[in-house]
Nanobody, 124 residues
Framework: QVQLVESGGGLVQAGGSLRLSCAAS????????MGWFRQAPGREREAVAG????????KYSDAVKGRFTISRDNAKNTVYLQMNSLKPEDTAVYYC?????????????????WGQGTQVTVSS
């Protein structure tokens, strides 16, 4: 398994930006596709974005497409989520996840390692 630690969450006003980071250890990072997911109170965990092991392929949910950008730095074993034009409905705990394959997917069942989550709150 991979150990994952998220950081960068916080409180921001609607229209603002945040950048989440996720530091990974325990498995060759470049062979693992990575994903960001989120879970709001009373709702199921949903996919936000995924990125392939090389970083060449990215995927986004319709809810965040055009506003969020996922990226990775394999030299630093870190994946990022740049979140712009934030909306109150983006409020959730955001989780980083890794899978034992380099192909990017958005299905949470495909990921075997999860971080502890970081809270993002967007005020109106």
């Amino acid at each position: 398994q991979v150990q994952l630690v998220e950081s960068g969450g916080g409180l921001v006003q609607a229209g603002g930006s945040l950048r989440l980071s996720c530091a990974a250890s325990g498995r060759t990072f470049s062979t693992s596709a990575m994903g960001w997911f989120r879970q709001a109170p009373g709702r199921e965990r949903e996919a936000v974005a995924g990125i392939s092991g090389s970083g060449a392929i990215t995927k986004y949910s319709d809810a965040v497409k055009g506003r969020f950008t996922i990226s990775r730095d394999n030299a630093k074993n870190t994946v990022y989520l740049q979140m712009n034009s934030l909306k109150p409905e983006d409020t959730a705990v955001y989780y980083c996840a890794a899978r034992k394959h380099f192909v990017a997917v958005l299905a949470n069942t495909e990921y075997d390692s999860w971080g502890q989550g970081t809270q993002v709150t967007v005020s109106s």
